[in-house]
């Protein structure tokens, strides 16, 4: 059963908000998946997930290749039997606003400020479905 992403219910976000190491899929210009582990901030009211980057890493370079209208990505967390999934389109997003924002979000979800970086910019990810373990639904 799919959850709305913009209303997912308390156990599901309650989830979200734990300190989880997460995966992020995008797509290589091959069409392969590309999964690395990030960490993964989520805004339900905005139908939006947030993953900060360096400019030069390969998840931004798939994104991009996914033009202006973003590219298919997916969030993934698990604990135990627990997990949730997040998907949507990504986009690359580089205004300064934006990467404090992220930033704030990221530093208040892992209890820790992210190491200085000149060339970090944010994947933004316009949610468009939700999934998870039967226990994380309302």
Known sequence: MAIDPRDPGTAYLSFWRER??????TLRPNGTPHVVPVGVTYDPEAGVARVISSKSSKKVGNVLAGGVDGAPASVCQF?????ATLEGRARVVTEPEAIADAERRYAERYERTPSPNPNRVVIEITLTGAMGSRALRD
Request: aromatic share 10%; charged share 10%; with cysteine.
């Open 79 to 83: 604990a135990g039997r627990l997990w």
């Open 20 to 25: 989880h190491v997460c995966t992020l899929t």
